[in-house]
């Protein structure tokens, strides 16, 4: 599977959208981008996926470049319960290899 | 409504001891999944069963065993427990190949 990219940490403003980019550059032709989000001691929560199209649900959107070699999840309107460890996976299978993700801290 | 339970919470015992993780979805999944996070919180798959069966064992040591009874279980049971198999311990379950929902995890201390 390919591997991804992510800044470490990231601070976002409560109420403001809060973007979480993402470098897969070498992406295969069927590998989906999955996004999962850790809030601290919890289990792995799903947020969003998609393959070529900009994907889009209740918690968060998902914009992926024309080329797929990169993306950004946006979070609309940050919450301070929105804080927590964004992973961003590629993956052609259901067997996900989670990195370090990015640390999100969302402040009043 | 509990998607995927995982008993017990925590776990605290020593080493040498053989303990058992279980799991339980609700969900009506054909896939289910051990991970395991380590304290540099890493989350790396250890197994995988498609109804009832293994179909992904990553380089796990012999010690873990995951045993499924039916779909809707997963259990692991762990041998002769060393300092390093401290972790916690994530059971997820997916359908059709869709995206794995997790569990609230097991955190195992190994004195």
């Known amino acids: 599977d390919a591997k991804t990219t992510q800044p470490p940490s990231m601070d976002c403003a409560e109420g403001r959208a809060a973007n979480l980019p993402c470098n897969h550059s070498t992406i295969s032709g069927n590998e989906y981008v999955y996004w999962y989000r850790q809030i601290h001691s919890q289990g792995p929560q799903y947020i969003i996926h998609g393959l070529k199209n900009n994907e889009t649900n209740e918690m968060a959107s998902l914009i992926i470049t024309e080329d797929r070699k990169s993306s950004t999840l946006i979070l609309p309107h940050a919450t301070l319960r929105d804080t927590a460890v964004y992973y961003c996976?590629?993956?052609?299978?259901?067997?996900?290899?989670f990195g370090a993700g990015t640390t999100v801290t969302v402040r009043a | 409504d509990t998607a995927v339970s995982q008993t017990p919470k925590y776990l605290v015992t020593q080493m040498g001891n053989d303990k058992s993780i279980k799991c339980e979805q609700n969900l009506g999944h054909d896939t289910m999944y051990w991970y395991k996070q380590d304290s540099k919180k890493f989350l790396k798959i250890m197994f995988s069963?498609?109804?009832?069966?293994?179909?992904i064992n990553e380089t796990v040591p012999n010690r873990f065993s995951p045993k499924s009874p039916d779909k809707a279980h997963l259990n692991l049971h762990i041998n002769s427990l060393e300092l390093g198999d401290s972790a916690v311990y994530f059971c997820?379950?997916?359908?059709?190949?869709?995206?794995?929902?997790f569990g609230p995890g097991t955190r195992l201390t190994v004195l």
């Open positions: 997820a379950s997916s359908q059709d190949r869709g995206p794995p929902v």
């Open positions: 996976i590629v993956s052609h299978d259901y067997k996900l290899s």
């Open positions: 069963y498609n109804n009832k069966e293994l179909i």
